[in-house]
């Protein structure tokens, strides 16, 4: 079962497993349209193999019957907004700790064989020391991080509590097709595809950029390599990029002049920017294997091809939350 099924990194994992053979269960949030959010792009050969089942994930009883009969749980649900987080904080705990919360207790009933549980690199903060290992400490420098660790601490607990068998991955910023605008590369590519200004917050702030098909094999090493559970691992590239960089290399990729600029309304509070963000990824490559295998310019180039062709399903102009 993944849950967040719906969402960016959560459609591309349920479209490899499903490829891959496994039989699937999506978990999205129900609402009164029957949108399974970004499941709906699925090739349609893929989406008729998935079961999908519509809940909440602060409702125990339906999380719990989401989990009977399955053997892996992928949990990726959550509201991951950082903006969202300062204007609603309540909401953002209740389905990231609550909701966590009722998804292990759920998995410690349904015996499961391995949880994957989904943490971010947010939960560092800004880089003590760099590159970020998973020893770095945990740093809640907005809502949204907050309630990430308190997840991630209770993913801990119930391995060290219960012997439940989590393994927890830790993805950097992921970006590729289907991410929403909410994400700052999105951002970029929508507005210099549609207009002659890129709009941005803080131009200086540095990531570590994984193409999404990077992170589903990260999240698959970890469901699959035996003897990790209660363990951590980063999913990061290891490299970083300052936005501004990051900004010129979608223009140079787009091809035409376009101009950079900085909208105050996009900055975050000073104390809760997180200005740099670079893994160490040894542990993920010596224990899982796993190596990054996506170059940032060509993941570029994959993401402005696919949104250039769903441009409609984007609001370039407006700021997204």
Known sequence: MVTGAGGFIGSHLVETLVASGAQVRAFVRYNSRGDWGLLSMLPADRLRQVEVIAGDLRDPA????????????????????IPYSYLHPGEVVETNVIGTLNVLQAARQAGLERLVHTSTSEVYGTALRVPIDENHPLQGQSPYSASKIGADKLAESFYRAFDLPVVTVRPFNTYGPRQSARAVIPTIITQALSGDVIRLGNLEARRD?????????GFLRAAETPGIEGQTFNLGTGTEIRIRDLARE??????REIEIQVDPARLRPEKSEVQRLISDNRRAQEVLGWVPQVPLREGLAHTIEWIAAHLDHYRPQSYQL
């Open 62 to 81: 339906a999380v719990g019957a989401a989990l009977q009969g399955v053997t892996h749980v992928f949990h990726l649900a959550a509201l991951i907004a």
């Open 209 to 217: 950029l994984t193409y999404v098909t990077d992170t589903v094999a």
């Open 250 to 255: 979608i223009v140079a990729l787009i091809g």
